[in-house]
Every structure is written in structure tokens, then in C-alpha cells.
Nanobody, 122 residues
Framework: QVQLVESGGGLVQAGDSLRLSCAAS????????VGWFRQAPGKEREFVAA?????RYTDSVKGRFTISRDNAKNTVYLQMNSLKPEDTAVYYC??????????????????WGKGTLVTVSS
């Protein structure tokens, strides 16, 4: 069993940066593909970024967001730069033993965190 706890969300202005953290307990994250999803008010949850031995991003965040992992801390990060109001959402961490391709579809997720709210004002 893996417990995922997100942190780092908050209220920022457009153009600012935030770093989200996903800390895991129970098992090491190094054997999982780990990703970030987000859900804006009134919208479906969508894939944002994932990391295994490769990284993948949704088009809307490429060049602005960077996903990374620190295996020693059993933590995955999402560095978000040049934030836009449309990035406002609850951000969820997810982990899977399946491929990143499967994770990107939103299926086959083994573990979810409870989310952290990011609000970007214009």
C-alpha cells in the first residue's frame, strides 16, 4: 500500500511559480510511474505530467512545468512556472505500476493522493 500526500498549493498571481510535492509512504516510489493530474471547477480530471524513466507532459504545460523525483526522499515534484489563471485546479498525485502511456489515459492508477488546490489570479 502506498500513501500519497500532496503539498505546495496556494494562491498566486499570473506569472508566478509554485512547486508541488508528492510525498509517498508505505513503499518506495522508484518502482512506480508517478504523475500529476488536475481538476478545474466544473471540468473533468486531466493528465498534466508523469515520470518514470521518461517524462511526459500535456501540451498546455510544456515548457512551463517540470516533473522530477527525489528517490532518497521518496518524493515527486511538479515545478510550475509562468502560471496562468487556466492552471487553477486541484492537483492530484498518482502512482501506477503500469506504463506512462496507460497513466496518461487516466486509467490503471493504483494510488491517488487527496489533492492540493492551486489558484492563479489574473
Amino acid at each position: 500500500q502506498v500513501q500519497l500526500v500532496e503539498s505546495g498549493g496556494g494562491l498566486v498571481q499570473a506569472g508566478d511559480s509554485l512547486r508541488l510535492s508528492c510525498a509517498a509512504s508505505g513503499r518506495t516510489l522508484s518502482s512506480y510511474a508517478v504523475g500529476w493530474f488536475r481538476q478545474a471547477p466544473g471540468k473533468e480530471r486531466e493528465f498534466v505530467a508523469a515520470i518514470s524513466w521518461m517524462t511526459r507532459y500535456t501540451d498546455s504545460v510544456k515548457g512551463r512545468f517540470t516533473i522530477s523525483r527525489d528517490n532518497a526522499k521518496n518524493t515527486v515534484y511538479l515545478q510550475m512556472n509562468s502560471l496562468k489563471p487556466e492552471d487553477t485546479a486541484v492537483y492530484y498525485c498518482a502512482a501506477t505500476t503500469r506504463s506512462i502511456a496507460t497513466m496518461m489515459s487516466g486509467s490503471g492508477i493504483d494510488y491517488w493522493g487527496k489533492g492540493t488546490l492551486v489558484t492563479v489570479s489574473s
